[in-house]
C-alpha cells in the first residue's frame, strides 16, 4: 500500500526539523559558540539610552558605561552566599582589569527558587525585607577606572560609589541558587534609594558564589 497522506506529512516535518537543528547548529559553531557573552542587552522599560554591553569572555560579567571592564566574581573572605526560605543575600568580591568592587545580589523575602525576577527600581534599601529582588555593585575605592564622560574616557580613581539597579532581570539557574545570569541596568544611588539620571552601567554576563 502507498503511505497515507498523515505519514507523507509527518515525514517531511521531521525532514525539516532535521534542517533547522543542522543549520542552527553551524550557524552556533561558525559564530564561536560560547566564546563570548551573548546574553541580550536588559529590554526591560528603561527610557534613558543605555551603554551597549562589551564583548568579554563567556564567564565574566561585562560592564559598560559608569564603568567599563569585564570582571568575574573571585574567592575572597568578603564574599557571602547565602540561600534559605524566602530569602537570597549574596556579596560576591569582583575582580578584572583595575576594577575592585563587591556585587550585591538580593531577594529578600520572595525568592522562589530558580527562574527571572525583574530588578525594578528600589523600594527599600539593601537589606529591606520587601519582596523585590535588587542589584548593586559598590567600589573599593583603590585603582583606577576608565569611565565615559560626556562620551569622552576619563581615568577616574576609585571611590566607595554604589550602583543600584533600576531596571532588568536576575536569573536563577542552579538548582541551590547559588548561580545565574544578569542583565541590568544600574544608577548612581544618591542614597535614600534615589539615584542619578543618565549615569548608567549596563550589566550583562553570568555570575556564580564560590
Known sequence: ????????RRAVLLGLAGIVIVVGGAS????????????????TAFSEPTPTPMDCPFDHLALAGGINECAIPIPDASSTCSVSGHTLDAVLRLSGGDLGAWLYIEIMGAYAGPGKYDLPPWPGPLGASDGQAKLA??????????????????????TDELWQSVAGVLTITGSDGRSGTLSA??????????????????????????
Request: include cysteine; charged fraction near 10%.
Open 185 to 210: 541596568i544600574l544608577q548612581l544611588s544618591v542614597g535614600h534609594n534615589e539615584t542619578v539620571s543618565s549615569s548608567t552601567i549596563s550589566v550583562v554576563g553570568p555570575w556564580h558564589c564560590s
Open 28 to 43: 552556533w559553531l561558525i559564530s564561536g559558540g560560547l566564546r563570548h557573552t551573548t546574553l541580550a542587552h536588559p529590554v
Open 137 to 158: 555593585i559598590q567600589q573599593d575605592g583603590t585603582g583606577a577606572i576608565w569611565q565615559y564622560v560626556n562620551g569622552g574616557p576619563i581615568l577616574r580613581y576609585g
Open 1 to 8: 500500500m502507498g503511505m497515507s497522506e498523515r505519514t507523507r
